[in-house]
């Protein structure tokens, strides 16, 4: 990828591209070649610099080995990733395309002028005003995290594409936005639940892959993670609208060690 800068960036007004890639090592290819596992390090390397950023796991289960979720601003930059990881004895099993999103359900300036005072009881203009001052540092920090996310080293990870149900009585995109936002909001009640537990990044997809989102969760703990997906299947959001494509599980880990607990490098 040493030609990084000569190819021209294709980037989304808002938003940053994401890239989850699946790969079973190529036993074959990987005895006959001893700089596969350098090949990998040196795409990873190569790719990720202040904005763009590779997380490597090690797949349980075998939908594959490797896996590898890269994200940043620059689309051609991940296809570059993609190709030159195509050097690699690695053979692909999977991938999923998305981008990141800010969400047209967050709380609004209104909604917690509202909240205030009718669960805090907080009606004096003063005291208002301060409150909502701190509510809005605390918000642009949030959304600034789900468009340009920073992921930190987790020790397990979760993907899975899903998408909101369009048939018959349970068509999400034939609802009022009033009613998917009051919907949403027992969604993200439950999330806060997992708050220090599990980090979600929910990404779009929409006309991009099969599905309409990617949901990447990332916990310490594996428990988090098929608790986190358990309790929300009781919420009427995931109930009632959500379908699930295929999960992939997997052990967070540096590259060269992810490399090595799949069988590639020393
Ligand atoms: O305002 C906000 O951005 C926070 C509220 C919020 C939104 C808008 C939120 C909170 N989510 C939002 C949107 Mn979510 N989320 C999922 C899944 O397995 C399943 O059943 C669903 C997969 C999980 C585990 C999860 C976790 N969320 C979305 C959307 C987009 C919907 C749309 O635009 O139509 C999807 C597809 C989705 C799915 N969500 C949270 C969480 C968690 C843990 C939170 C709390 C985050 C926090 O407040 O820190």
Redesign the pocket.
């Known amino acids: 990828m040493a030609d990084n800068d000569s190819v021209e960036r294709v980037e989304a007004e808002s938003g940053w591209g994401v890239l989850h890639l699946f790969y079973a090592v190529d036993r074959e290819r990987a005895a006959a070649d001893p700089a596969g596992a350098a090949r990998v390090l040196d795409a990873v390397a190569a790719f990720a610099d202040a904005e763009h950023q590779v997380l490597t796991f090690a797949v349980l289960g075998h939908k594959a080995d490797l896996g590898i979720m890269a994200l940043g601003p620059d689309l051609a930059r991940l296809q570059q990733l993609q190709h030159a990881l195509a050097a690699a004895p690695l053979r692909a099993t999977w991938s999923y395309v998305s981008l990141t999103e800010g ?5 609004t300036e209104d909604d917690e002028r509202a909240r205030l005072a009718a669960e805090d009881g907080v009606t004096d203009s003063a005291e208002v005003e301060a409150r909502l001052a701190v509510w809005r540092d605390r918000m642009a920090h ?1 959304r600034e995290n ?1 468009v340009h996310p920073r992921l930190p080293m987790k020790k397990t990870i979760c993907f899975y594409p ?1 998408s ?1 149900r369009r048939t018959g009585d349970d068509n999400w995109y034939s609802l009022g936005f009033p009613e ?1 936002k009051r919907l ?1 909001g027992g ?2 009640r439950v ?2 639940g ?2 220090g537990r ?1 980090l ?1 990044l ?1 990404t779009g997809s929409t006309g991009l892959d099969d599905w309409e ?1 990617g ?1 990447t ?1 990332l916990a310490d703990d594996p428990g988090a993670l098929k608790e ?2 358990y309790e ?2 009781f919420d009427e959001v ?1 109930a009632r609208y ?1 379908e ?1 494509g295929p999960f992939v599980t997997g052990l967070v880990l540096e590259p060269a060690d992810a490399l090595r607990r799949v069988g590639l490098g020393t």
């Open positions: 969400s047209e359900y967050t709380t949030y789900r899903m909101k998917r949403m969604h993200a999330g806060r997992y708050a599990v979600q929910i989102w949901v969760l986190i997906v929300m299947r995931s959500a699930f």
